[in-house]
């Protein structure tokens, strides 16, 4: 099934309607944000059981710990039981969930009421607690000095302002609180490919997609005491991508890549993960 008709027939099951929020923006870029991410799920297309079913939920989870399967490896999902940690752009709560499951009392935020539903059915479906609101990650109704924990996963990029959600994660976070995020790497492999291949990125009709340089990165997260920059996401076979040019990425490119020591391409990662202190 297309995004789209998977999105239709999410209305549908909802009486034609995605609950309104009551999350008032005020600001028209953070409107057309909102309404872009309210009708496109992330990784959508390889779902094959129907949105919002246990199936659906295992379908994003298992395609995104094989696309990104660096991230247990640098992100330890069950080293903060007992920790609060707060997601800013949660999405469907993939890996919310896993700090859940690792013991961490978690709250989950994204400025798409869709995003929220649809997580709060996934944590229904694992039995698992969480406050998961609709919020504006550059406008967190947190106090200071709230959270062990502030992750956002591919959110930065996409905000209005990311400089402005930067220094929100900073100021809830407790002292000596860590901060996780992931921007886009401009001067990387997959940004290069997809330019010489005429093949466009993910979410490249979103309203914001901006892709930063590890100096810009270190730059934005600049009010944190320690920054710690990992290049990451280095080419796996695609299973969303169809056609000759996907054929010759996976059967050629994606071999012949990793061939290459990973040291050597470590600045060329398409993730660009940072570990941040307060
Ligand atoms: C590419 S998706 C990533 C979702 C999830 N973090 C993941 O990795 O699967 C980007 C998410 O950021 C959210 N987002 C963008 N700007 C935001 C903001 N200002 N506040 C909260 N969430 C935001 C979007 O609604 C969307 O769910």
Redesign the pocket.
Known sequence: MSEIAIVKDLKHKRNGTIEPSALALNNPR?EA??EY?NAHI??LAIAKHPVGTKGFFVDLDDY?FDKLRYLPHVVDFNGYRGKKIL??????G??LIRFAKGGAHVTG????QQ?IQLAKKNFELNGLKADLRP????ALEFADNSFDMVY????LQ???DAGK?AKEMRRVLKPGGKAIAMVYNRLSWLNALSKVMKVELE?EDAPVLKKYSIGEFKKMLSPFSTIRIVPERFPVASRLQQGWKAAAFNRIFVPAFNLIPRFIVRPLGWHIMAFCKK
């Open positions: 953070l944000i909102r991410w992330h990784d995104r997601e800013i752009g949660c999405g469907i993939i890996d935020v994204d400025l798409a995003s919020m504006n990650g550059e956002a996963h591919g959110v996409y905000t209005a959600m979410h």
